[in-house]
């Protein structure tokens, strides 16, 4: 990617006006999820994105970690319909495959059945480092080794998890091991597509403090998708709420809640405020100006 494209303290993402459909496909209508969206996700920021299912909120999430196209778009794909959308300093509308290919090593990508759907005949290890051999054939086998039991460790697992197959792994532990392989390729920005669905309330607490321990000490920028308000309010500086494919609500979170002239907007300031991760437990948020 031209470094002259993104100059540091320049926004990490740039959405105006943005506009995504899936096209009318075996005599299916086209579909438009997301309708004239517009922010701006600065370096070293957690997004919230919150929604009711259908609002657009997953839709986005693919488009923010680069998997959105101008035109002709693989199946599963949006496409841009309208408005810009700048990824890392590229046009999502005119950015080269070239370009794409590396754009997608700088921005992790994890959905919320990433845990689910890894390999099977792949041990743990193999499936983090599938990544790096996928970027370069050649990578060091004891680059890869290590860069894997480093990440292995930070989303705390015993390094013997490695060698375990992973079917072999509870539900919770594969999302962590989705979680770790999802930043193996040390992005600057990445998209988390409900990190914590499907696990059980203790485990969705310890992935929330995980990726918010992951932050602090990588300072990467972050989009996380969630449906609940207090697992926004547990790892996000700022959210945009959508419904029906608009953005009706975006800012700090008590100044977005505390608007009622949305009425989904007004639902979710009723929802109880309190976090998902106890105080007592949950790591400071560093301060940004």
């Known amino acids: 990617m031209p470094r002259a494209a993104f100059a540091q303290g320049d926004p990490v993402i740039v959405a105006d006006d943005v506009s995504l459909v899936y096209p009318a496909r075996a005599g299916r209508p086209e579909v438009r999820a997301v309708d004239g969206v517009t922010f701006r996700l600065m370096p070293g920021e957690i997004l919230g994105v919150l929604g009711e299912s259908g609002s657009g909120k997953s839709t986005l999430a693919l488009a923010l970690a680069g998997r959105a ?33 590396a754009l997608a090593t700088s921005v992790g990508y994890l959905s919320q059945d990433d845990g689910d759907r890894l390999n099977p005949d792949l041990t743990v290890g193999e499936a983090v480092a599938e990544p790096l051999y996928e970027r370069d054939r050649k990578f060091g086998r004891r680059e890869a080794g290590r860069l894997v039991a480093k990440l292995i460790d930070a989303v705390h697992l015993p390094l013997s998890t490695m060698l375990k197959q992973t079917w072999e792994l509870s539900s919770g ?7 770790a392989r999802s930043l193996v390729l040390e992005p600057r920005v990445l998209v988390a597509d409900e990190p914590a669905r499907g696990v059980d309330v203790l485990v969705r607490q310890s992935v929330l ?6 932050h602090a000490n990588r300072q990467f920028s972050a989009v996380v998708v969630t449906s609940s308000v207090s697992e926004a309010r547990a790892v996000a500086d700022r959210i945009a709420v959508m419904r029906h494919g608009q953005l009706v ?3 700090p979170i008590d100044d977005v809640l505390g608007s ?11 929802t109880s405020p309190i976090d998902v991760i106890p105080p007592e437990h949950r790591t400071p948020k560093k301060h940004r100006p």
């Not at 403090?209 to 992951?214: H, N």
């Not at 009622?260 to 009723?270: F, G, N, R």
């Open 260 to 270: 009622t002239v949305d009425p989904y907007v007004k639902v979710l300031s009723q």
């Open 249 to 251: 609500g975006f800012g």
């Open 69 to 101: 196209y101008g035109r002709r778009p693989p199946e599963g794909s949006p496409t841009l319909a309208g408005g810009e959308l700048t990824i890392l300093g590229q046009r999502m509308t005119t950015v080269s495959r070239r370009n794409r290919e």
């Open 209 to 214: 403090e995980l990726l918010r321990t992951l």
């Open 173 to 179: 532990q594969r999302q962590r091991v989705a979680l």
